[in-house]
């Protein structure tokens, strides 16, 4: 009994020490940029590092990159949560969300990050926030000059419901009032200094 308890503790301590493991995520750093001049839509995407301890024994942390976004149409602001870049909120709650870890390396796509994004210009009647489905991603489409990488929202399975801290369950409509499936083009490497930040116009 003694040595059936040995091993499994054994087990439980190997698991738990095992790293999770990550690629590329500093090529996603930055700002990115997308926009149409033909629909006068323009969508600001900006992304910062960080890590998290998924478990309190977990002795390493894993890492993401997450950010805020601003998208505009016609000049005019559909949906904006940019002020949330530099917050101190939980990484769980910010707007957008992405990494690529495994705790396999061979796992590891260095070129796509399954991502997590809260629609703020969608809220179900008790006030709370849309999220993307599971397989929303992010995606590098061009790891040379311009840099450019791919944005895909899609929708969750089955009823949307949604719980928000202090809140009751909420259902959300189908749909995103911001874009789900473009190209971004780097804009600026890293987070500036606030109020530092010069975004250079991409070519048509």
């Given at each position: 009994?003694?040595?059936?308890?040995?091993?499994?503790?054994?087990?439980?301590?190997?698991?738990?020490?095992?790293a999770?493991?990550?690629?590329?995520?500093?090529?996603?750093?930055?700002?990115?940029?997308?926009?149409?001049?033909?629909t006068?839509?323009e969508?600001?995407?900006?992304?910062?590092?960080?890590?998290?301890?998924?478990?309190?024994?977990?002795?390493?942390?894993?890492?993401y990159?997450?950010?805020?976004?601003?998208?505009?149409?016609?000049?005019?602001i559909?949906?904006?949560?940019?002020e949330?870049?530099?917050?101190?909120?939980?990484?769980f709650?910010?707007?957008?969300?992405?990494?690529?870890?495994?705790?396999?390396?061979?796992?590891?796509?260095?070129?796509?990050?399954?991502?997590t994004?809260?629609?703020?210009?969608?809220?179900?009647?008790?006030?709370?926030?849309?999220?993307?489905g599971?397989?929303?991603?992010?995606?590098?489409?061009?790891?040379?000059?311009?840099?450019?990488?791919?944005?895909?929202?899609?929708?969750?399975?089955?009823?949307?419901?949604?719980?928000?801290?202090?809140?009751?369950?909420?259902?959300?409509?189908?749909?995103?009032?911001i874009?789900?499936?473009?190209?971004?083009?780097?804009?600026?490497?890293?987070?500036?200094?606030?109020?530092?930040?010069?975004?250079?116009?991409?070519?048509?």
């Amino acid at each position: 009994m003694k040595t059936l308890t040995t091993i499994i503790l054994a087990v439980f301590f190997t698991v738990n020490l095992q790293a999770q493991h990550t690629a590329n995520l500093d090529f996603f750093v930055g700002t990115w940029r997308y926009e149409n001049p033909q629909t006068g839509e323009e969508f600001i995407l900006k992304l910062r590092k960080t890590s998290h301890l998924l478990r309190p024994l977990d002795p390493f942390p894993t890492e993401y990159v997450v950010g805020a976004y601003t998208f505009k149409r016609n000049g005019q602001i559909v949906t904006d949560c940019m002020e949330k870049f530099d917050s101190d909120m939980h990484i769980f709650r910010m707007p957008v969300r992405a990494t690529n870890s495994s705790r396999n390396p061979d796992w590891v796509d260095p070129n796509s990050l399954w991502m997590t994004v809260r629609d703020y210009g969608i809220r179900a009647p008790n006030g709370s926030v849309k999220t993307s489905g599971d397989d929303t991603e992010l995606l590098i489409v061009s790891a040379t000059e311009p840099h450019q990488i791919r944005w895909i929202l899609r929708e969750q399975r089955g009823p949307i419901f949604i719980f928000e801290e202090g809140e009751e369950d909420g259902i959300h409509p189908r749909g995103f009032s911001i874009p789900t499936d473009i190209i971004l083009t780097r804009v600026q490497d890293g987070s500036p200094p606030a109020g530092k930040e010069q975004i250079k116009k991409s070519k048509p």
